[in-house]
């Protein structure tokens, strides 16, 4: 077995590198959301598994590794079989397209690395949370360089994930990594770039206001201490590892410019450079705090009597803590019932001082996202109403008040869309890397990558993370790394037949991803073209689009929103008319169609449109123009 540091470079070097360039890559492409960053994800990691195979393909992968890959594979094959029964099989087709992303990209971390590189693999998915976390903070820090400077518009932290939420998670998932390698790797730099790595991470976290992704941070911290057979060690380091980055926090609150929402651009310039200072100051703190903790380490050593005196004081001392927070609070039947009113409110849009978001318990309508995703598993409970769906059965809820594609809760979602199947499924790739991570505890890397994997799970059971392509492969590559943790056969090459079907496989994917990028990007700039007032250009790569994905109704929608912008009603009225031929489900192509129409068919295209977006501004303010214009 290799000992920490021992592994040779070329073991190592490249798993680490792949992960690396992936969670920077997709983190920086808007954290993966969007289809246009699929292809070059699945191009790549079918390349490097092709030249994997072709190089001879020898692996030390064990049946935890095997487990892992099929069942994400078994869960694109379901989500693919969905289309065939699903409310909105283009988006099916969809999910099925990002469902590779994460096959492939843990396929080829997987492939690539050896026993022994789990540590390595750790380091470089942290280094790039941490890059992708660095520049986000510097948009916030150096306003209006980076990005726009726009505090009205909310003044969370997002670039360049896109979504507060979704870069909370991610930040959170970087920080008990960071807490892992600077706790468990054996190498000093590793240790001191991990430290320095906290000072990064913690305030943008904070700048992300998530109140989610805080939970889903202590959540993983709590899990790094059940499962670390060095308790004790491991809370003295994180005291000593805390306070560097703490300080961070609490400079950070304190600072109106980069908490205000109605703040200036002079004030939010002038906090964001002292701020620099600060973070410079505590990078070189959390690097000496690191090197105190190492040195330490060589000289004090703890009795087995003392350090079970140690680790119940600290248990008592939780608890004590618990208790007063529970009382001061009115009891816990008070606490819950507070919390349970407050969940089920809309926050204040009155919030200037988005510190104070962090004390709110509202959960933005999630109550009212789940109701609707249990009514339709209601009513389909065997299949589930097709992966992507659900953002129909919303939109046609006429409570629904808001638009949303997700149900907030992979896991809800997940038997709405795709049935105790689909979920069962999904829970087995859960649990792979769970019990590789528990069978693993005794590594001292585990702990932080399991805890960063948990980090991911926990938060999103209340959240659309799973759409955040870059987010979901950056929490299973950290899962991964338990997997390669628990590795225990020797290497050993493929077999000539295994490789050649493998790929075959690989191959097939990868084609399948090609006329999907091409589709997806030709899509993608037709509505830019839209947006941009550029019809003609639109027109164009809406019929690019129309004939890569000719299973899709949003290119011939785009078309007929192009031609109605030339004044062409006639081949707009028959664009749309193609699109509902493929999915008469979208709203938006039969509010298209009662534009390019009159009479009769204006009215029940209108009606169409109504009774699939029910609440939908844009319809309300299309009827008001249609009859202004009408009179």
Known sequence: MHHPGSL??????????????????????????????WGPAVFGASAILILWLAVGARTDAGWRDVALVVSLALFAAWIGLSTLWSAAPALSILEFQRILVVLLGTSAVLVLS???????????????????AAYALATRMAPGQLADFDPSDGYRLSAPIGYWNGLGTFTAMGLVLAIGVAVGASSRLQRIVASIALVVLA?????????????????????????????IATLGSLLLLAVAPIIAVVAAARMNGLTNATTSFAEAASDGHTMMVVLALLAVLAGGVSCLIMAAETRITVSDPTRRWLGTGAVVTLVILILMATVAAGGPSRMAHRALRGFNTLPSSSESNLNDHLLTLSGSGRVDLWRVALSAYRGHPVLGIGAGAFERYWLRDPRAMFKARDAHSVYLETLTELGPVGLAILLSAVAVILSSGIAARRNPIVPGALAAFVVYAAHAAVEWDWELTGVTLTAFLAGSTCVVARRRSTTAPLGRSARLCLGAAVAGVALIAGVGYVGNEALSQGQQALDRGKPALAVSNARLARRWAPWSPYPPTVLGEGLLQLGDTKGAAAAFDDALAIDRGYWRAWLGLAVASSGPARKHALEQASRNYVNSQEIYETVLLLRKQGD
């Open 8 to 37: 040779p470079v070329v073991d190592w070097l490249p798993a680490a590198v792949v992960a690396f360039g992936a969670v920077v890559a997709l983190g920086s492409a808007q954290g993966g959301y969007f289809p246009t960053s």
């Open 114 to 132: 050896e026993r022994g590189a789990e540590t390595y693999l750790a380091f470089a998915i942290m280094a790039g949370v941490t890059v992708v």
């Open 203 to 231: 305030p943008t976290l904070y700048f992300t206001y998530s109140r989610g992704a805080a939970a889903a941070l202590v959540c993983g911290i709590a899990v790094m201490f059940a499962v670390t057979p060095r308790r």
